[in-house]
């Protein structure tokens, strides 16, 4: 019963990557599933190695996400999907601030995923056929500094000398192949095997981030706030001393 009762330790950050992983790729699933419907792509189980209908496209994540209502919920899943792998980013960085020699290293790795995240926002809001150059931008943001933050974790990993570093470094051999593969595929226009692939590359990296919840099980983040203003002439306080000095007054008047 050991595992049990260090279950019950666990820091509720744990539950901070897996969530993160379980929202967005759900996300991106009803994305899919609503452009199939709408007929907008072509399943992804489909032998097709050209459309032939014009108004039906290969299922590529963006175009999936380029017509409405896919496209609203694309934004949205692209926005919270940003907004919380810049948190995760964050408290990684802070995690390992004080344990880990090279700063340079950790500091990088925040910027990447920074860099990426907002990535996702252009990829989001500037939908592939009336955006193109910036949406284009955005994926190659999400991608490269996606995968160069995934090896820099690695490495880290690596040197806090964690078993683990294992797993995260054939995760980041795994997008990295993705990324070749499906450059490759889109190279001799095999676009269904190069939606295939970019489908895979996602997945793999949401799961990168969903690793992160061993590191937080035992993490706990506090947040410090303090008035350093020099025009304050009220000694701080507790909640409890405001209460009985309120009633003191109270009772006076």
């Not at 919920?73 to 390992?96: C, D, E, H, P, T």
């Not at 993705?178 to 001799?188: D, F, K, R």
Request: with cysteine; charged share 10%.
């Amino acid at each position: 019963m050991n595992w049990l009762d260090d279950m019950m330790t666990w820091s509720l950050w744990v539950f901070l990557p897996p969530l993160y992983f379980v929202g967005t790729a759900a996300g991106l699933w009803v994305v899919y599933f609503t452009a199939v419907k709408n007929e907008d792509i072509v399943p992804l189980t489909s032998q097709y190695r050209r459309v032939v209908n014009s108004s039906i496209y290969f299922p590529y994540i963006s175009v999936a996400g380029n017509s409405p209502p896919a496209s609203c919920i694309f934004s949205q899943v692209m926005n919270l999907a940003a907004f919380a792998g810049f948190i995760i980013a964050v408290l990684r960085y802070l995690q390992i601030k004080y344990t880990i020699g090279k700063s340079w290293l950790n500091i990088g790795s925040v910027i990447a995923c920074s860099v990426s995240c907002f990535g996702m926002t252009l990829v989001g809001n500037f939908q592939i056929f009336s955006e193109e150059t910036i949406h284009n931008t955005g994926t190659l943001m999400v991608f490269g500094m996606g995968t160069l933050f995934c090896w820099m974790q690695s490495f880290m990993t690596l040197c806090e000398g964690k078993k683990f570093a294992v797993f995260r470094f054939l995760l980041s051999a795994s997008i990295t192949a993705c990324i070749i593969i499906h450059s490759s595929m889109i190279a001799v226009h095999l676009h269904m095997h190069g939606a295939r692939s970019q489908w895979a590359l996602v997945m793999f990296l949401l799961m990168f981030i969903a690793t992160f919840a061993v590191e937080f099980r035992h993490c706990h983040f506090d947040l410090i706030c303090r008035d350093d203003s020099r025009c304050s002439i009220i000694p701080p306080q507790t909640f409890s001393e405001m209460r009985q000095t309120h009633d003191w007054s109270n009772t006076n008047t």
